[in-house]
């Protein structure tokens, strides 16, 4: 069976973080590990608090997979810290890790800025060269470019500049109204559209955690880059239109939508 590691944040919740990447990777078929950044008290209506991974801890946990389990896919989320963010480029080079998914968690759905102008500085020095692909959502790669995104060519010139100023495989997330349903991968000079479902559920918490494990759970089996974010896509058309109700907020997805839950 092949093996993917986690290294992100908990949602208390469920629908996003640890938890939705443990949830996606068991559903597409990988054996899930984790390494915990930070514990979040949250639920569908936002963030209580949060109680971060010390340094040490953190290599600890890393070291631990490592050593043990060998991962044939990492998938990085929230990392909201200068020193965990070397921790983690330092061991997965020490480690020589290979198919790994950066999701640049830098800015929320609503447009919230996550982390320090230090940490997105460390994250595109330390971990961006060490992916197989990053997967920014648009408030994101419009940090990373510079410039403002709102059409579908102002999108395909973000995610090549981006591609090229850190030299990795992009793929440049839908949303915000623009191209809702709608992904663009940009990698090797050449740019792809993965056309995605429109599902009419406002029920969209983790949906960024949950196609980042997606693709990095295809790549831990061998698929390329282009058939891990289609497989990805579909999975995640599946979560959304399975149509789960839960919380008081914008709730999660049903990650196990294939699941009869009989045995």
């Not at 443990?22 to 078929?29: D, Y």
């Not at 990492?74 to 909201?80: A, D, E, H």
């Not at 997967?135 to 995610?159: D, F, H, R, Y």
């Not at 792809?192 to 790549?219: E, P, Q, V």
């Amino acid at each position: 069976m092949k093996t993917a590691l986690t290294i992100a944040g908990s949602d208390s919740s469920g629908g996003a973080g640890i938890q939705a990447d443990i949830k996606t990777m068991t559903a597409n078929g990988v054996y899930a590990m984790s390494a915990v950044t930070a514990l979040t008290a949250q639920n569908t209506t936002g963030v209580k608090s949060i109680l971060e991974s010390t340094p040490k801890f953190l290599k600890d946990q890393l070291d631990c997979v490592f050593t043990d389990i060998f991962p044939d896919a990492v998938k990085t989320g929230m990392v909201s810290s200068v020193p965990l963010i070397k921790v983690i480029a330092d061991r997965l080079k020490f480690y020589n890790a290979k198919n790994i998914v950066i999701d640049p968690v830098m800015v929320s759905t609503s447009g919230f800025k996550l982390i320090s102008d230090d940490a997105v500085k460390t994250l595109c020095e330390e971990l961006f060269p060490l992916a197989t692909v990053i997967t920014p959502n648009i408030p994101e790669a419009e940090i990373l470019c510079g410039k403002k995104i709102s059409s579908e060519e102002q999108m395909e010139e973000a995610a090549k500049s981006i591609s090229e100023k850190f030299n990795v495989a992009v793929l440049l997330k839908g949303g915000h109204n623009l191209n809702d349903a709608n992904d663009l991968l940009f990698q090797a000079g050449k740019a792809k559209w993965f056309k995605g479902k429109k599902i009419n559920n406002s029920n969209t918490h983790g949906t960024g955690c949950t196609l980042s494990s997606a693709i990095a759970s295809n790549l831990a089996k061998g698929k390329s880059l282009e058939i891990s974010v289609e497989k990805a896509k579909d999975y995640i058309s599946g979560c959304l239109g399975a149509m789960l109700d839960l919380g008081k907020g914008s709730g999660p997805m049903n990650h196990a939508f294939k699941i009869n839950g009989e045995y």
